[in-house]
């Protein structure tokens, strides 16, 4: 799961050009994601561990001696991590909300 963020503090108008008539922070096949593809992308991934650690769960119990109970607990717990941070994402991102929304203008 890579969570990381580029920090675009400039306009895309004042970027180099550096890619050949694209701004820098652009991709080839797309415009730029930004935050909302970020987190769409960041929530996928941790949908796909949630999965495997419940595909992971069922054929421990299962006893498939392929899958060990190690690695079981691991996945498990890449997913409850990834679940609270999820989570506490949503928790500022409401908070931020509300705060906005509660502004005097």
């Known amino acids: 799961m890579n969570l990381r963020l580029t920090p675009n503090t400039m306009p895309v108008s004042l970027r180099p050009n550096l890619q050949g008539g694209r701004a820098a922070g652009q ?36 006893e498939n001696p392929k899958v060990s109970l190690e690695e079981t607990m ?7 991590i990834g679940f609270q941070a999820t989570l506490h994402v949503r928790n500022r991102m409401v908070q931020a909300y509300t705060d906005i929304m509660n502004m005097q203008v």
């Open 27 to 62: 991709v080839a096949g797309a415009e730029s994601e930004g935050f909302a593809g970020a987190l769409k992308s960041a929530l996928g991934s941790v949908s796909a561990a949630q999965n495997d650690a419940t595909r992971l769960q069922q054929e421990v119990q299962l």
């Open 74 to 80: 691991v996945a498990i717990q890449k997913a409850q």
